[in-house]
């Protein structure tokens, strides 16, 4: 099993929509969570942190549930500037590596 | 504030020759990160470092890959005798010092822009 895996994708949704990602791992121990974006050929960018409580930033919202080792991102009223591909991403304790899932692709279709 | 750099942001290489890609953290970050990309797959960890130290290298090939972060300078990342294979885009990323806490990590990280290598 990978240590983080996401919807398959890709998400092709009409300018407008709500879509919500969702992203499971595996390790327990796991402390840290985000959520980074990658347009085409360009650098990861942060989106949000996760944390426990949930939390919102705009019209995006980030949930985690550690008993089912789940985390999720919603975007709601999609813009054609959402396109991307969004990666969750998994840290351990302290002064361990990074975990990223391999991504899923969102076209937003006007 | 300039974010975190990398140079070259191409690089083409024949066969066998030497690669070394350069990372500069942003302002006060003391911790950087390497990971490959390879077309269409997503980002593979490949080595972890705090100046001078390097902290987790469990994602490097065991042969012809080093990288180093220097007390001075940027931190470098050497691929010898490079194969097709290499071919890819190479990140790198920094964060700061960490504080304490599970949820106040201030681990987030920053990634360059990237260098894309390209092996004849």
């Known amino acids: 099993r990978k240590e983080v895996e996401q919807d398959p994708g890709p998400f092709n949704v009409p300018e407008g929509a709500t879509v919500a990602f969702n992203c499971t791992y595996s390790n327990s121990a796991s402390q840290s969570f985000f959520w980074y974006r990658q347009d085409c050929r360009k650098e990861p960018k942060l989106l949000m942190s996760v944390y426990s409580s949930g939390n919102e930033d705009g019209r995006f919202t980030a949930q985690l549930n550690r008993a089912s080792q789940y985390i999720s991102l919603l975007i709601r009223d999609s813009k054609l500037s959402d396109s991307a591909t969004y990666l969750c991403?998994?840290?351990?304790?302290?002064?361990?590596?990074?975990?990223f899932g391999p991504g899923t692709r969102l076209s937003v279709l006007p | 504030n300039a974010g975190v750099m990398q140079n070259p942001r191409h690089l083409v290489r024949r066969r066998g020759q030497e690669a070394r890609l350069r990372c500069s953290p942003m302002?006060?970050?003391?911790?950087v990160y390497w990971y490959r990309q390879l077309p269409e797959e997503g980002l593979k960890f490949m080595v972890y470092?705090?100046?001078?130290?390097?902290?987790?290298e469990s994602g490097m090939p065991k042969e012809r890959f080093s990288a180093e972060f220097p007390k001075e300078g940027p931190s470098i990342l050497r691929i010898q005798q490079v194969v097709r294979g290499d071919s890819a885009a190479y990140f790198c990323?920094?964060?700061?010092?960490?504080?304490?806490?599970?949820?106040?990590?201030?681990?987030?990280?920053?990634f360059g822009p990237g260098t894309r290598l390209t092996v004849l």
């Open positions: 991403v998994v840290r351990g304790n302290y002064g361990q590596n990074f975990v």
């Open positions: 302002k006060g970050h003391s911790h």
């Open positions: 990323a920094s964060s700061p010092k960490k504080q304490r806490g599970p949820e106040s990590l201030t681990d987030t990280q920053y």
């Open positions: 470092l705090q100046k001078e130290n390097i902290i987790d």
